[in-house]
């Protein structure tokens, strides 16, 4: 059963980078046939997605957040990543990293546990 | 940029009765990329029905979805105690090609 892990930094200052990691066990993100992505919840609100990556490296991101996003890959560790630029007190979150599968129209599960990301000096 | 609407935002309940949670789109989405998910507090999501009405795995029979266009229920036939937590639903739509999601219902004990 594959899972996920969310890691990295709880604690970023404004107009830095943030930076994530996502580590999936029980599968080969190099076998293909999913995809890969992060979505972000803030605080007591609701869901949004970010954007995805396959395995050659092909990526999609949420248009609005396009300009400071990058998603990539690393199948020589059963990684993906997020990198999110020029962050604000905005981008305080919790981080899911999760996987899609287009067998099921590109469903959202599994999901990582979630990690919580904030923005502050 | 296709945006749901979930209502109602917050729906008491007692274990045993049926919920009805509604989710309305302000454009026709495709069914097959329709979905609800269960979140607890503390959790990540869970997926629950996918294609509008298929039951993910390990999904009890009580969850069932419908609909179709713009207009799509979760329905819970009787609700158990484990099953009052906030309720998403998630369209995946190709133009443009991104996820959106609805704000949420809250389902609470009465």
């Known amino acids: 059963q594959v899972q996920l892990q969310e890691s990295g930094p709880g604690l970023v200052k404004p107009s830095q980078t943030l930076s994530l990691t996502c580590t999936v066990s029980g599968g080969s993100i190099s076998s293909g046939g999913y995809y890969w992505s992060w979505i972000r919840q803030h605080p007591g609100k609701g869901l949004e997605w970010i954007g995805y990556?396959?395995?050659?490296?092909?990526?999609y991101y949420n248009p609005s957040l396009k300009s400071r996003v990058t998603i990539s890959v690393d199948t020589s560790k059963n990684q993906f990543s997020l990198k999110l630029s020029s962050v604000t007190a905005a981008d305080t979150a919790v981080y899911y990293c999760a996987r899609l599968n287009p067998d099921t129209a590109m469903v959202i599960d599994p999901w990582g546990q979630g990690t919580l990301v904030t923005v502050s000096s | 940029e296709i945006v749901l609407t979930q209502s109602p935002g917050t729906l008491s309940l007692s274990p045993g009765e049926r919920a009805t949670l509604s989710c309305r789109a302000s454009q026709s989405v495709s069914s097959s990329y329709l979905a609800w998910y269960q979140q607890k507090p503390g959790q990540a999501p869970r997926l629950l029905i996918y294609g509008a009405s298929s039951r993910a795995t390990g999904i009890p029979d009580r969850f069932s979805g419908s609909g179709s266009g713009t207009d799509f229920t979760l329905t819970i036939s009787r609700l158990e105690p484990e099953d009052f937590a906030v309720y998403y639903c998630q369209q995946y739509g190709s133009s443009p090609l991104m996820y959106t999601f609805g704000q949420g219902t809250k389902l609470e004990i009465k």
């Open positions: 990556i396959y395995y050659s490296g092909s990526t």
